[in-house]
């Protein structure tokens, strides 16, 4: 079982820059495939990003390639989210998650997600 804490949203003008983190407890965080998602007021959560257990593999939602970068570093159990040029539509909660499943590596489907953060709130300013 894993621990996710989610931090560093705020509110940034549009055209700004915010950095999500994802703390993880545990050993094993090597062993998760990552995955960040979002939920917008009165809007399904939807997929952002994810990234393999080895951090070799990575898969954007349309909406955010380019902008968005995913990564992870192992030695922290911490994945990021560097989240670039955003825009008012970016306005949600993010919440990260952790897939314990090999196979496939990537995955955009929630139920694939075993573990959530609470999620943290990321609002852009026009």
């Known amino acids: 079982q894993v621990q996710l804490v989610e931090s560093g949203g705020g509110l940034v003008q549009a055209g700004g820059s915010l950095r999500l983190s994802c703390a993880a407890s545990?050993?094993?965080?090597?062993?998760?495939?990552m995955g960040w998602f979002r939920q917008a007021p009165g809007k399904e959560r939807e997929f952002v990003a994810a990234?393999?257990?080895?951090?070799?593999?990575?898969y954007y939602a349309n909406s955010v390639k380019g902008r968005f970068s995913i990564s992870r570093d192992d030695a922290k159990n911490t994945v990021y989210l560097q989240m670039n040029s955003l825009k008012r539509e970016d306005t949600a909660v993010y919440y990260c998650?952790?897939?314990?499943?090999?196979?496939?590596?990537?995955?955009?489907?929630?139920?694939?997600?075993?573990?959530w953060g609470q999620g943290t709130q990321v609002t852009v300013s026009s």
């Open positions: 990234i393999s257990r080895s951090g070799g593999i990575t």
């Open positions: 545990g050993r094993t965080f090597s062993s998760y495939g």
């Open positions: 998650a952790a897939n314990p499943r090999p196979l496939p590596p990537i995955t955009i489907t929630m139920d694939r997600y075993d573990y």
